[in-house]
């Protein structure tokens, strides 16, 4: 593999996106909050207040890479040629390796003039083509090979490795989160019922905040120049939070 990548594949896997989702744990965060203990709405009834985190972590089920490929050189037109035939041979290696064209499309395609300061002044300096791709993924564990394809036929440069969850995993654990967090904010409730001589005998109001993903710091490892690149990540942890307003009686 070329010793190009190395510079470049040191990157941050970002698992993000609202509402993801993978392979469920179904651990639930104890973190709940009281916001209120007990009190009586408008007509009279007790009432108990509270709000509580739930979590689930999920292994990613879903790759977005965005690779690029550069050229530079005094002619514009010449550098547009340069890019255009490096993109060439590396979509046909991607094609050549299972990757529908579908799945890649393009993020950014530009040629810039480049300038060098020389005695204070702006010069000219040739120019500088950049036609970026992003390619998504269904299977995570193929991102390294996938790289590999790409930086050794034609792409220069790895911007960027986001392991994230596909829509239909995204609900799944939204609605899990969700659950979770709707048992703590039931137990919870019911030690303040239980405190103050209560019994919790419905829910009165309640509303859900932000679904958060965590983000795992990941990296793409390369031990030789001719090993295979080999991606490192860690599950998504997902949270929700709610608060809920319960009915009470004494």
């Not at 594949?9 to 909050?33: E, F």
């Not at 965590?214 to 949270?239: M, Y």
Request: glycine letters at 8%; hydrophobic letters at 40%; charged letters at 20%.
């Amino acid at each position: 593999m070329s010793r190009k990548l190395l510079a470049t594949v040191g990157v941050a896997l970002l698992l993000v996106t609202a509402g993801c989702a993978g392979s469920l744990n179904p651990a639930a965060s104890a973190n709940a909050q009281t916001d209120q203990t007990n009190g009586t709405d408008r007509s009279g009834n007790s009432t108990i207040s509270v709000s509580a985190s739930g979590q689930v972590e999920a292994e990613p089920d879903q790759a977005v890479l965005q690779v690029a490929v550069l050229a530079s050189g005094d002619d514009a037109n010449a550098v547009r040629e340069q890019v255009a035939q490096n993109v060439t041979r590396m979509r046909e290696a991607l094609r050549n390796a299972g990757i529908a064209d579908d799945q890649i499309r393009t993020v950014q395609y530009s040629i810039d003039q480049q300038y060098r300061e020389e005695n204070g002044e702006r010069r000219p300096d040739g120019f500088q083509g950049v036609h970026a791709f992003e390619i998504t993924l269904s299977n995570v564990s193929r991102a390294g090979p996938v790289i590999d394809a790409a930086v050794s036929n034609g792409a220069d440069r790895v911007q960027s490795v986001q392991l994230t969850l596909s829509e239909e995993r995204r609900r799944e654990v939204r609605a899990d989160a969700l659950r979770n967090a709707m048992d703590n904010a039931r137990a919870d409730a019911d030690v303040i019922a239980e405190s103050a001589n209560l019994t919790v005998s419905g829910v009165h109001t309640v509303s859900t905040g932000d679904v958060g993903f965590s983000s795992v710091r990941a990296e793409a490892l390369t031990a030789q120049s001719d090993a295979g690149t080999q991606i490192e990540s860690g599950p998504v942890t997902v949270t929700a939070q709610v608060s809920v307003t319960y009915n009470a009686t004494g």
